[in-house]
């Protein structure tokens, strides 16, 4: 079986640049997040426990998960959304599974942005952190969504500190210059992972 290194950084941080330079030196990236999104389109039995939790508007007439009521729903409401964090995490759990038993690389890499939130790295043979300074992930996010400082700010202040996860990390990258500097550290550390 492959070793597991689990891919993380806070919002703009550059994690999905990382795993497309990942990619590109031939290993493969499993992307939590988007999987997460059709898990909850595919899988029936998950579809069945978040109706059961939201009612049936949590899926609109063609079956398809209704993403804005959702979010609705939860909003201001942590205990429902850890209900339902509940019910989606383990099926992405075991998605991530089979996946990795499909797998032929000896290193592969989980992208997930709670990484050290959810202790998934516990499970994983080693963590790679991308981080830089706030106000250029900041800046970053504002030129790729087009949202205000003050937007990116709230959904920065919601994630886990910096600090705190450059103390779990086992290896960290500073995407704190540009595209070449970030690709060179990139291949530098996935080469010398053994
Ligand atoms: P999120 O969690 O918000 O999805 P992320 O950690 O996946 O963010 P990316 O999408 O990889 O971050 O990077 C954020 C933006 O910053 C992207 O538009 C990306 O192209 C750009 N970017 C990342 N690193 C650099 C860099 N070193 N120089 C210039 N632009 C960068």
């Not at 891919?7 to 988007?34: H, M, N, Q, R």
């Not at 205000?148 to 990258?173: G, N, S």
Request: hydrophobic share 35%.
């Amino acid at each position: 079986t492959p070793k597991i290194i689990g891919l993380t950084g806070g919002i703009g941080s550059g994690k999905t640049t990382v795993a497309k330079f990942i990619e590109d030196c031939g290993f493969p990236v499993y992307y939590s997040d988007d999987r997460a999104k059709d898990i909850v389109n595919d899988n029936e039995d998950l579809k069945i426990k978040i109706k059961e939790l939201l009612g049936e508007k949590a899926y609109d007439a063609n079956g398809l998960y209704n993403r804005k009521f959702v979010a609705e729903k939860v909003f201001n409401d942590a205990d429902l959304l850890h209900q339902l964090n509940e019910i989606i995490h383990p099926a992405v759990r075991i998605d991530f599974e089979n996946w990795v038993k499909k797998q032929t690389k000896y290193l592969v890499f989980k992208e997930t942005a709670l990484l050290f939130e959810l202790k998934l790295y516990k499970e994983c043979y080693k963590s790679l952190l991308v981080t830089a300074e706030d106000n250029i992930r900041t800046k970053r996010v504002m030129d790729r969504d087009d949202k205000t400082y003050r937007e990116v700010e709230t959904i920065m202040e919601k994630q886990m500190p910096e600090k705190d996860k450059i103390k779990l990390a086992d290896c960290i990258i500073y995407n704190n210059t540009n595209l070449e500097d970030l690709k060179e550290q990139t291949e530098k550390i996935i080469f010398d992972i053994e």
